[in-house]
């Protein structure tokens, strides 16, 4: 039987962050898990690629949740990442860390060294950024963060005017000094190609002695010796494996995986787990509870200038675009289609930016979320306008299906069960009408399509947000990190409450959802998660 100082469960944006750091030094070996295969594949490499790897079931679990009441009792798509880099491997792309304030919010609901000045170092460490060092930005960090700002289409100058003439100002950098305002995005490329984790940081660890990468080996449940967590129990091409950890076994599995299969080896609330036949080890109630996700919408415009669907529609401009991809690594096959958007407040009761914006110079009427990869644009001029509220406060839950580690678990949003949270979709459909009716907009406007003129009133927008919003892929807080051990599944130290040797390290930890893109906040709990570990080993 292997043993290793660390099992590490999770290759993904935290978890490939951890088998890096801890192994970093040679003073101690590390065994990574991951129930996908290899990230050497055209789709996830080249960025705009996403669009087909979000449907391909060799790298992507491709979840579905259960009817969500607050969405007319739609079924949602989830996809996530089921290969090397995790869901950095299939995402947009876009590099968002969030607010200086969501950070302290964090430390002020009983976490500390999770406010702003603690945190900020790690974003630093992790990145490379084109525009070099600064006092917010990194200048050698293993993930390079690249800007649009040269290769956008020219559509986005449309949108910040009309961002401009709609009383927003400009920002420059998202992730520096303040968020608020409106931009381009960055995201987390190289030379044209995607950077992911495991690019980033696999490519890295891969290359020492100490560790040990096993891949199409998913794990079914831990090994719990007296209250320890001594190892793990997986299964790789049809045959049972356990590996055993001298020190510490780490969930990086994501806020749908970790909170399952900490339910799976019996941590978790009791009377569920007795209903699934499976026996309490440890009485947690927390897990798998606190789900928050941000929910996005988009208006859709018919356009009198030409946008990517042009470029990406007909055969030819497939063919062109794919030899200027290869030849030089350039062109919109080497962006992300979310190319500019921001950080603005939906009304002046705001105490800060509540809702994030997206502009892209591209649609996919016929390829709706979860139905078919976005590979072929509408055949018309269009282009998309999208927001999502920031800081949602409807919580769903994540269950088992059953015993089963192999069944996909329950996935319950529970989408826009609060006020606050319809309200201020409505606003964000108010915002969207606002910037449409610029200037700048109505002189390259030819229709909204969707949802078109006659959805005007508060009654019709919910509606209409009921029948077309969905998630953009940011569940969090499944294993929520905070003191009380029955409200949350880890401490301070990312250490699960009530379990010895176990900890979890992901975005299933966020005490609560960041205002923006996850995956730059997952990277950086990686990065401070390692740090923990390592200071931990010292002082045992």
């Known amino acids: 039987m292997a043993e290793f100082d660390f099992v590490i469960v999770g290759a993904g944006s935290a978890g490939a962050v951890l088998a890096d750091r801890l192994s970093e030094d040679g003073r ?8 996908g295969g290899s990230d050497l594949n055209f789709w996830i490499w080249m960025p705009i690629g996403y669009g087909k790897a979000f449907y391909n079931a060799r790298i992507n679990w491709m979840y579905s949740t259960e009817p969500d009441p607050g969405l007319n009792n739609r079924i949602g798509y989830w996809p996530r990442g089921k290969v090397l880099g995790g869901s ?58 690249s800007s649009m700002e040269k290769s956008v289409h020219p559509l986005c100058s449309n949108f910040l005017a009309a961002g401009e003439e709609a009383g927003f100002h400009r920002n420059a950098d998202f992730n520096g000094a303040d968020q ?138 497939k063919l062109a675009q794919g030899i200027r991809y290869v030849l030089t690594r350039s062109g919109p096959l080497s962006l992300s289609v979310n190319q500019a958007g921001g950080f603005v407040r939906s009304n002046l009761d705001c105490p800060r930016p509540n809702m994030q914006l ?19 644009p509408d055949p018309f001029p269009g282009f998309l306008l999208g927001f999502q509220p920031t800081r949602p406060t ?60 006659a959805v005007e009133t508060d009654e019709d927008m919910l509606e209409d947000i009921r029948n ?37 390290i992901d975005a299933s930890i966020f005490p609560t959802v960041t205002s923006g893109n996850t995956n730059a906040p997952a990277i950086m709990v990686g990065e401070k998660g390692a740090d923990l570990i390592l200071e931990d080993t010292k002082a045992a």
């Open 180 to 317: 608020e305002g409106i931009g381009l995005y960055q995201i987390t490329a190289k030379g044209g190609f995607r950077m992911s984790t495991a690019r980033a940081y696999l490519s890295r660890a891969r290359r020492r002695r100490n560790v040990d990468i096993r891949t199409k080996a998913q794990a079914t449940r831990l090994v719990l010796v007296r209250g320890r967590a001594t190892g793990v129990v997986y299964r790789r091409g049809g045959l049972e494996e356990v590996v055993q950890a001298r020190r510490e076994v780490i969930l990086s599995a994501g806020a749908v995986n970790s909170p399952q299969l900490l339910m799976l080896s019996g941590i978790g609330d009791a009377a569920a787990l007795s209903a699934r036949g499976l026996e309490t080890s440890v009485h947690s109630p927390a897990v798998g509870r606190n789900l928050q996700d941000h929910l996005g919408l988009d208006y859709l415009y018919r356009s009198k200038v030409p946008t990517l669907n042009q470029q990406l529609y007909p055969w030819w401009g």
């Open 88 to 145: 950095s491997s299939i995402n947009a792309m876009v590099y968002i860390r969030g607010q200086h304030a969501d950070f302290d919010d964090w430390e002020a609901m009983g976490n500390p060294g999770w406010g702003w000045t603690d945190v900020l170092p790690y974003f630093q460490r992790s990145e490379t950024n084109d525009g070099g060092p600064c006092d917010y930005r990194g200048g050698d960090g293993p993930l390079h963060v």
């Open 394 to 453: 409807s919580r769903g839950h994540i269950e088992l299906r059953s015993a089963d580690p192999f069944d996909p678990p329950e996935i319950h949003p529970n989408s826009l069960s609060t006020d606050h949270d319809l309200r201020e979709m409505i606003e964000g459909c108010r915002l969207m009408r606002k910037i449409a009716a610029s200037p700048a907009l109505q002189s390259v406007i030819e229709s909204e399509l969707a949802p078109g003129p």
């Open 28 to 35: 101690h070996s590390v065994c990574l898990l991951e129930a």
């Open 358 to 376: 997206y502009f892209s110079p591209v649609s996919y009427t016929k390829a709706p979320k979860g139905k078919r990869p976005l590979m072929n």
């Open 468 to 504: 077309r919003c969905s998630t953009v892929f940011h569940p969090v807080s499944t294993c929520r990190m905070g003191p009380d051990n029955g409200e949350n599944v880890v401490d301070a130290r990312l250490k699960v409450h009530g379990v010895d040797g176990l900890r979890v």
